[in-house]
């Protein structure tokens, strides 16, 4: 019998990729006739092999750090306060970063057979992955932390600040959520293309076109059921601006020109952020890292140049322009001493204190 069940046990990766096969077929013969679309099936297939063609041929994460910013002689000129914002754990976090364990399999399997069911539409959960419900929780629990005491110090940086994502579902989406309260009155989230992760997986490119907001179904849900004290399902539609979404990222382009761009926009005198003193970043870890590698001082050491900012942790910091009085080119630093870890804190490290808990969001979030 101890055989027996050893010999089905080695067999059952074999069961897998057939039942995996099985689930495809079937759901291509019952979906197919009924959502057929030319034009989305084309884009898919544009974009699914594009995103191979990634994978294998990007240089992404293939450059080197701009000069020391503390070696600089350049003076000062101007100075942001900037709070980066990790997006929630995505569909992609939640099927391949948690513990390989047994349970592993069956969750590859269940997000295969929703891929699958994506097949024909404009729409993935790996490409461009999506909020999980874990991460819809976490990005509510922004929300509940600025209305308590802790949140005190994010809620006077927001009052006078200038709203960004990336345009990247999961970062979109977080942002909206975690930030509804201060996105009335036409009050714009800028989605911005030089936002996009560092990286060579296929869930850091886009489905959104050049100067479109990202598709969020998930935040749309949550508002319109009013979860987060907004009474409509549009506002997702309504605050993102995508005027600065210029499209994916190509395969001649790396990290580093996205890090230069997002720092020439902040202190444009002619863009949005010329308005405000602070820039609110939701974002991603890798980008986030990198940042804090490139532009601050090299002989500072700061474990946000090495761990990850937690899934919704909130991090602000002092960003300056340095320019030559004799002119040429400018360049930028993070001032040490201003870094503060408002919510989460990093990876590696206990948390700060949060007001909520992700647990008591997920009801919530099941209850609307």
């Known amino acids: 019998m101890l055989q027996g069940l050893m010999s089905l046990l080695g067999q059952l990766?074999?069961?897998?990729?057939?039942?995996?096969?099985?689930?495809?077929?079937?759901?291509?013969?019952?979906?197919?006739?009924?959502?057929?679309?030319?034009?989305s099936a084309q884009r898919k297939a544009v974009l699914c092999a594009y995103g191979a063609a990634y994978v294998v041929l990007s240089r992404d994460t293939n450059f080197q750090l701009p000069p020391d910013p503390g070696k600089s002689s350049a003076t000062s000129t101007a100075k942001k306060r900037i709070v980066f914002v990790r997006h929630g754990e995505s569909a992609w976090n939640e099927c391949f970063n948690r513990r390989l364990d047994l349970s592993f399999p069956a969750r590859l399997i269940s997000y295969l057979w929703q891929e699958a069911v994506l097949l024909l539409c404009v729409d993935s959960l790996f490409i461009d992955s999506p909020l999980s419900p874990e991460g819809i929780a976490q990005a509510r629990l922004i929300e509940q932390f600025l209305e308590g005491e802790e949140g005190e110090e994010l809620r006077r940086l927001c009052v006078s600040a200038v709203f960004t994502c990336s345009s990247l579902r999961r970062a979109a989406s977080t942002a909206i959520l975690g930030f509804v309260r201060f996105l009335g009155g036409g009050r714009p989230v800028w989605v911005l293309s030089c936002l996009q992760e560092i990286s060579r997986n296929v869930d850091t490119l886009a489905l959104a076109a050049p100067c479109c907001a990202p598709c969020l179904p998930e935040a749309g849900a949550v508002i319109g059921a009013g979860a987060v004290g907004c009474g409509s399902a549009a506002l997702p539609t309504q605050c993102l601006q995508a005027a600065f979404n210029k499209g994916n990222k190509s395969l001649g382009s790396h990290g580093a020109h996205r890090l230069?761009?997002?720092?020439?926009?902040?202190?444009?005198?002619?863009?949005?952020?010329?308005?405000?003193?602070?820039?609110?970043?939701?974002?991603?870890?890798?980008?986030?890292?990198?940042?804090?590698?490139?532009?601050?001082?090299?002989?500072?050491?700061?474990?946000?140049?090495?761990?990850?900012?937690?899934?919704?942790?909130?991090?602000?910091?002092?960003?300056?322009?340095?320019?030559?009085?004799?002119?040429?080119?400018?360049?930028?630093?993070?001032?040490?001493?201003?870094?503060?870890?408002?919510?989460g804190g990093f990876e590696g490290k206990k948390p700060a204190a949060a007001h909520g808990s992700v647990s008591a969001a997920r009801k919530a979030v099941k209850s609307d």
């Open 260 to 343: 230069e761009a997002f720092c020439d926009w902040v202190f444009s005198p002619c863009g949005p952020a010329a308005l405000q003193p602070n820039v609110v970043v939701t974002g991603h870890s890798l980008w986030f890292r990198t940042f804090f590698q490139a532009y601050l001082p090299h002989s500072v050491y700061h474990e946000c140049k090495q761990a990850k900012i937690v899934n919704c942790g909130v991090v602000a910091f002092d960003l300056e322009l340095l320019q030559n009085p004799g002119g040429g080119p400018h360049e930028y630093r993070v001032v040490p001493e201003s870094i503060v870890t408002i919510k």
């Open 13 to 39: 990766p074999v069961l897998y990729v057939l039942l995996l096969g099985l689930s495809v077929l079937v759901m291509l013969i019952i979906l197919t006739p009924a959502r057929l679309d030319l034009a």
